[in-house]
């Protein structure tokens, strides 16, 4: 038996050690010297793996192991309000992209709701008349008493409803009786309907009613029909020819072209007359591209696959082929109804009431053509149109409500910023008229210094 402290060789029955003094037996973990700690063990986490999982075979239990890492939690609401403060970042970006390049600003004072207010109010015969006998130079207000603010349209609501009501009379009469008298009114009443309401709305939209019923109607006919002559121009161009997205520059140019072609007078002079030219000529394109639609890809192909079913041309035969072309060419006018608020109309005015921005009361150059102003905002209805027609299409009609969105959001930027145009003109109006009184009270002789 040896001593647990020095190691000196013990006899039986001593009880103290004869070298060192230490009592025999006593543990020699308590008069040993301490130990030193254990080295700690550290354990690498992989990616995915349990941190709270017991150690691995080898490691001793009381082996020194990581700290498991804390994890936070959020609520729903706090997660919910991050991504909504995302989507409003994303949001403002957005709008200050598109209005850096339609080189305008944020709306301010807009309201859709106070804007459309007086559409379901009573408007009497007389006050119609008035409203819309405008334009001449008898009947155009002086500059002092144009209003400023935000317009509130009406009249548009009542044209849209009255044609909406006469076309469903025509279709019903239709389908009761098959009479194939219905079918012209009908093609006419669901071509024109909507762009014609849309049409009025921009005429109410142009506050210095300077612009007369005979000048917006002629242009409206005559627009249209060149604005689609220049396109089928265009697209018989080869270099436009490549792309199932060219209808986005070929017609878009083609009805600006049309616009600064037959308004090149100087009287008109304000944005909002630009904004509402390229509306007048985009609501002709519009209204002459849907009846040539529903009669080239509806009522025809129609007619032809009832007579082939038919197997005669006896006259059953064609009431029923007559009956299958018409019920197709309605969901042809329907769907470009719903759809022609969003696209010729709207971006028609935004190219022109850019371009009307460059040109104000001068004469047409084509150097107005080039200005950095003008090309960028010309940019954005050519992208909203090629995205229209684009071949990836998103659910449930999105490339069309997403375009139609933006290209709305620029016409009221730039019927804002023709307003203010107006109010520029007011202002220096007062302070010329104010010059003139003032001169005009002075004694006879004095010097206007």
Request: glycine share 8%; hydrophobic share 50%.
């Amino acid at each position: 038996m040896f001593c647990a402290r020095c190691g000196t060789a013990l006899l039986p029955g001593n009880k103290f050690c004869k070298s060192c003094g230490a009592t025999v037996g006593a543990s020699s973990s308590a008069q040993a010297a301490p130990l030193a700690a254990p080295t700690p063990i550290l354990q690498a986490v992989p990616p995915g793996a349990n941190q709270y999982a017991p150690p691995a075979s080898g490691v001793s239990p009381g082996a020194y192991q990581a700290a498991p890492q804390p994890v936070y939690y959020i609520s729903q609401e706090a997660a919910a309000m991050a991504h909504k403060v995302q989507q409003n970042n994303l949001l403002h970006g957005l709008r200050g992209r598109i209005q850096k390049l339609a080189s305008t600003e944020s709306l301010e004072g807009f309201s859709l709701k106070e804007m459309f207010s007086e559409v379901f109010k009573r408007h009497g015969a007389e006050a119609v008349e008035d409203y819309i006998l405008v334009g001449t130079t008898k009947s155009t207000p002086p500059i002092e008493l144009i209003e400023t603010g935000w317009p509130k349209p009406w009249l548009f609501f009542r044209l849209l409803a009255m044609m909406i009501a006469a076309y469903v009379v025509l279709t019903f009469m239709f389908m009761q009786t098959g009479n194939a008298n219905c079918v012209p009114g009908m093609m006419f009443l669901g071509a024109f309907a909507v762009p014609l309401a849309t049409l009025t709305l921009f005429f109410e939209l142009n506050t210095p009613r300077n612009v007369s019923i005979h000048v917006v109607g002629k242009l409206f006919l005559m627009g249209g029909v060149v604005s689609l002559a220049v396109a089928l121009i265009g697209y018989a161009i080869p270099i436009f020819q490549i792309s199932e997205m060219e209808a986005g520059v070929v017609e878009e140019v083609a009805k600006l072209l049309t616009v600064v072609l037959l308004m090149r007078s100087v009287r008109y002079k304000y944005m909002l007359n630009g904004i509402l030219f390229g509306a007048t000529v985009g609501a002709g394109f519009a209204a002459f591209e849907t009846a040539g639609y529903a009669l080239n890809e509806a009522l025809l192909p129609g007619l032809i696959q009832g007579l082939v079913q038919g197997g005669s041309t006896s006259q059953q035969a064609m009431t029923a082929a007559t009956h299958q072309g018409v019920v197709a060419m309605l969901q042809i006018l329907r769907l470009r109804g719903i759809e022609a608020p969003l696209g010729h109309v709207a971006w028609t005015a935004v190219s022109a009431g850019a371009f009307w921005r460059v040109k104000q009361g001068k004469p047409f150059s084509p150097g107005m053509l080039l200005d950095s102003r003008f090309l960028k905002a010309l940019a954005i209805p050519v992208v909203m149109h090629a995205t229209w027609d684009a071949p990836w299409q998103l659910p449930f009609s999105g490339n069309q409500i997403l375009t139609g969105l933006i290209t709305w959001y620029v016409v009221f930027m730039l019927v804002q910023q023709g307003l203010r145009q107006v109010q520029a003109e007011q202002k220096v109006q007062l302070q010329t008229t104010l010059a003139h009184v003032e001169a005009s009270m002075l004694p006879p002789g004095t010097a206007v210094v």
